[in-house]
């Protein structure tokens, strides 16, 4: 879907552009953006491995885990209907706790974990249980103490000061955390929003 999106807009750059007799500044414009995304995505390599050395760091020093530790008694009361031994409660605290460090690509592999053994106490896999959605909410508005990729942003674009985004972002997250959550809660107590309960003659196509 998104590479549909992509390719719409493209295509109607383009026309546009020959409506308008501007075709050749479309063109510069490409050569221009392909040179700038290049500099710039050279310019990221050092940053960027500097702050995913040093979250490195921080995760085999135990820092994640510890966070994780702290963390497990508030997903037990956001997370009530997940058995509490069940493997799901580990890889959603992981999850959170790396995504707290900014450990991009350490998080996404984690969340899909979770989800997928989130998937297994689902008893209708073609519907998202509450659980899902509240994880879905808390993982893409998870709060982040260094955000390592938008530091490495700012430095490649020659910012004077690189780390002056993180009490803004802690504070941002923070806010985008507690809408979420509080929002899929009161949303699940409404009637429009509550799953029906769900009967495997349904699946199957009931009794023969």
């Known amino acids: 879907m998104i590479n549909a999106i992509w390719l719409g807009l493209i295509l109607i750059g383009i026309v546009i552009s020959m409506f308008n007799g501007n075709v050749q500044v479309v063109t510069d414009s490409v050569i221009s953006s ?28 135990g820092l994640v885990k510890a966070l994780g530790r702290g963390l497990r008694p508030i997903m037990r009361r956001l997370f009530p209907e997940i058995p ?13 706790a790396a995504n707290f460090f900014g450990l991009g690509n350490a998080a996404t592999p984690l969340g899909i ?5 989130l998937q297994e106490l689902n008893d209708n ?24 990729s938008v530091i490495a942003y700012r430095a ?5 000061n690189v780390t002056e985004i993180i009490a803004p972002t802690i504070i941002a997250t923070a806010i985008s955390t507690v809408v979420a959550i509080t929002t899929c809660k009161v949303l699940q107590k409404l009637p429009s929003f509550k799953r029906e309960p769900f009967s495997k003659s349904e699946s199957t196509g009931g009794d023969r």
Do not use: C, Y
């Open 84 to 96: 509490e031994d069940h493997p799901a409660v580990g890889s959603i605290v992981a999850n959170v």
């Open 125 to 148: 896999k073609e519907e998202a249980t509450d659980a899902m959605v509240l994880f879905l909410a808390i993982n893409t508005s998870s709060v982040t103490l260094i955000s390592s």
């Open 156 to 160: 490649a674009a020659n910012s004077g």
């Open 113 to 117: 974990k979770a989800m997928q053994e």
């Open 34 to 61: 392909s040179k700038t995304a290049v500099e710039i995505s050279i310019g990221l390599i050092g940053i960027m491995a500097f702050w995913l050395g040093l979250m490195r760091v921080a995760e085999e020093a």
